[in-house]
């Protein structure tokens, strides 16, 4: 056995079981759209570590712009000082948000601390307490943030009690109703089987009050919950009814902003302005950097020290967070985006039905580089089969979500069009093999 081995085996011994792995493979490099074991072998990352490395692993801007922070100063204490690079990184972002609006800032380290840092902004600022989720919405694992997520319950089983007055409402989706297939900016919402918009105001009746219900929170394109696009006049809706109710929304951006969807902010594709949007994962190229954003008079509701943290806004993140949206701008990293989504989508739509077996169909959704290939009368582990058969014969890395058997593509916004078309043969032939 080599010692790399023997490592391997003593990591797994002491690393907690609670943290569940998709491969057992161990990473040694990355560099754009692909990564390398230590055994050298080279692997097509379709997850960009559940959509994170968004400017592809260790783009080499963002690479120089840690070195050299790092070596500057690499920590300053956001509760003791400013520093520079998070001065800076609020006048990139301010620009980029979907309104002028949302124009201050409180940095976080992870999507589950920002997402929580929403929901005590909301309770404080609107003196009320409730907060209203969508079914199979993913806001994280700490206590807050697991009562809040219904995509799966292992996340919050056995680790009761949960937060209180979390209510859940459904989400415009159901893989029954088949005005839903494909073709979110086609479906009037009244046709949609789940009743959405009802079913809220019921919540709204029945459940939580809007005298005692802070906000709202969702994720415009849901992530984990199955890469579900809502219905094109689903959020104006959404956005309606928390102002008729005096209730604040929220935007988890965690997943879907930072151009996943080929906008900044997948907000951007309704003309929605959230309250507090909360933004995470692609911000820095992966480093731990997260961030909520609101208006300045709802902000500065809360009083001074009563937020902070020690590493919340770390000032290597901040430059690598700079560095990133540079990389947005100098490479058009948006138009990049949405080309290649225009080529998936193509080669998906029309490829994978023809290698269904009889009685099955799929469902290929998403927007930008956020795609969701939902399979439907196929066997239970299907979505699973393939992604083993694309990691163990075509060297090629793909998640899943939590429900239903759903394949999600999770490119690099960096992917290229070879790179691409690569992909899609690796897909193709890992749907053959899952198919048998
Ligand atoms: N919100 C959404 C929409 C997410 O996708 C995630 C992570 N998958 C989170 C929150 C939690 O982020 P983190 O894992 O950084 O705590």
């Known amino acids: 056995m080599s010692a790399l081995q023997k490592l391997a085996q003593f990591g797994q011994r002491h690393i907690a079981k609670g943290i569940g792995r998709s491969t057992e493979l161990v990473i040694e490099k990355g560099k754009g759209a692909y990564v390398f074991t230590t055994e050298g072998k080279k692997y097509l990352d379709f997850t960009s570590g559940i959509g994170v490395t968004n400017t592809g692993h260790c783009h080499p801007h963002v690479v120089k712009a840690v070195q050299e922070q790092a070596a500057t100063l690499t920590h300053g204490q956001c509760n003791i000082f400013y520093h520079k690079p998070m001065l800076e990184l609020i006048e990139k972002l301010q620009p ?3 309104s002028k609006s949302l124009d ?65 409402a459904p989400f415009p989706y159901c893989n029954q109703c088949a005005v839903h297939k494909s073709s979110p900016d086609t479906i009037n919402i009244n046709n949609c089987c789940n009743d959405p918009i009802r079913q809220l105001e019921l919540v709204f009746k029945q459940r939580s009050a809007p005298s005692d219900t ?40 965690v997943q879907s902003g930072f151009g996943r969807t080929g906008k900044m902010f997948a907000v951007e594709h309704w003309n929605v302005t959230p309250d507090i949007l909360v933004m995470a994962k692609g911000i820095a190229s992966g480093y731990p950097l997260s961030g909520i954003v609101s208006r300045k008079e709802l902000m500065d509701k809360q009083p001074a020290g009563s937020m902070g943290g020690t590493y919340g806004g770390n000032v290597v993140a901040c430059a690598a967070a700079n560095a990133t949206l540079e990389v947005f701008d100098n490479e058009k990293l948006l138009e990049n985006t949405n080309a290649r989504s225009e080529e998936l989508f193509a080669a998906l739509r029309s490829r994978i039905p023809k290698l269904l077996p009889k009685g099955a169909s799929v469902d290929i959704r998403g927007l930008g580089l956020m795609i969701g290939i939902e399979f439907s009368g196929v066997p239970a582990g299907f979505a699973t089969k393939i992604a083993n058969e694309a990691r163990d014969n075509h060297d090629m890395l793909l998640l899943t979500t939590s429900i239903y058997e759903t394949l999600r593509l999770i490119p690099p916004l960096t992917v290229t069009k070879e790179e691409t078309a690569d992909a899609i043969e690796r897909i193709m032939k890992s749907v053959e093999g899952a198919v048998g």
């Open 214 to 253: 802070a906000a709202v929170i969702i994720e415009p394109v849901q992530g984990e919950g199955g890469y579900v696009v809502p219905p094109k006049d689903f959020l104006a809706k959404l956005r309606e009814i928390c102002d008729k109710n005096n209730v604040l929304l929220i935007a988890d951006e």
């Open 104 to 168: 201050t800032f409180f940095f976080w380290n992870s999507g589950s601390e920002a997402v929580e840092a929403a929901v005590k902004l909301a309770r404080h600022a609107t003196k009320k307490q409730n907060i209203i989720v969508f079914q199979g919405s993913y806001h994280g694992r700490t206590i807050g943030t697991m009562s809040m997520t219904t995509s799966k319950t292992i996340y919050g089983a056995g680790y009761g009690p949960l937060m209180s007055g979390v209510h859940v």
């Open 96 to 98: 980029k948000m979907p």
